[in-house]
């Protein structure tokens, strides 16, 4: 089992920035690939951001390119989505999600899910 515990969610205006921080528990955080997702109000969960066991491989949805950064130090078993440049479109509840093997964009490839985090971003 693993545990994945979101932080770092809140309210921003419109172009400023928050990092969100997943931290996991249970088995060895560098076996997993970790992922990010998020679900806005009314809509379907919806991958945004992939990272390798390592860190040496990353993919994002295009609407995020640019503005976020995934990247995670397995030393401290934690993942980080650095988001900038927000837009009232980015509100969601985000989540962090694990699996064994490479990294996926595919919500049903994740085996283990962390609660969210609230990212709420006015105009």
């Known amino acids: 089992q693993v545990q994945l515990v979101e932080s770092g969610g809140g309210l921003m205006q419109a172009g400023g920035s928050l990092r969100l921080s997943c931290a996991a528990s249970g088995r060895t955080f560098s076996n997993y690939a970790m992922g990010w997702f998020r679900q806005a109000p009314g809509k379907e969960r919806e991958f945004v951001a992939a990272?390798?066991?390592?860190?040496?491989?990353?993919t994002y949805v295009d609407s995020v390119k640019g503005r976020f950064t995934i990247f995670r130090d397995n030393a401290k078993n934690t993942v980080y989505l650095q988001m900038n440049s927000l837009k009232p479109e980015d509100t969601a509840v985000y989540y962090c999600?694990?699996?064994?093997?490479?990294?996926?964009?595919?919500?049903?490839?994740?085996?283990?899910w962390g609660q969210g985090t609230q990212v709420t971003v006015s105009s």
């Open positions: 990272i390798s066991w390592s860190g040496g491989s990353t």
């Open positions: 999600a694990a699996r064994r093997g490479l990294r996926s964009e595919y919500e049903a490839e994740y085996d283990y």
